[in-house]
């Protein structure tokens, strides 16, 4: 999931701790808790436009490893 192509229009990647896409408007988040059997999620833009553009980016790299998968966002 930390390929650069799953995250197009993200400025950086780190994939410490999970995976975060940082935006020039924005961030995106997944990484595991530490207290319960779930991937963290996290989202945050200057704009509703922007968020929904990060959502669209881990919507797609979720997809593309696991089809089919419900995410909650």
């Not at 940082?22 to 995106?28: A, H, L, N, S």
């Not at 808790?33 to 509703?48: D, K, Q, Y």
């Not at 436009?49 to 696991?66: H, S």
């Amino acid at each position: 999931m930390q390929r650069e192509a799953d995250f197009p229009t993200a400025a950086s990647i780190s994939t410490i701790d999970g995976v975060r896409a940082e935006y020039t408007d924005g961030f995106g988040l997944a990484r595991a808790s530490n207290t319960t059997p779930v991937i963290v999620l996290r989202f945050e833009a200057e704009t509703e436009a922007g968020l929904d553009r990060i959502k669209g980016e881990f919507r797609q790299a979720f997809a593309a490893l696991a089809p089919g998968l419900e995410l909650p966002f």
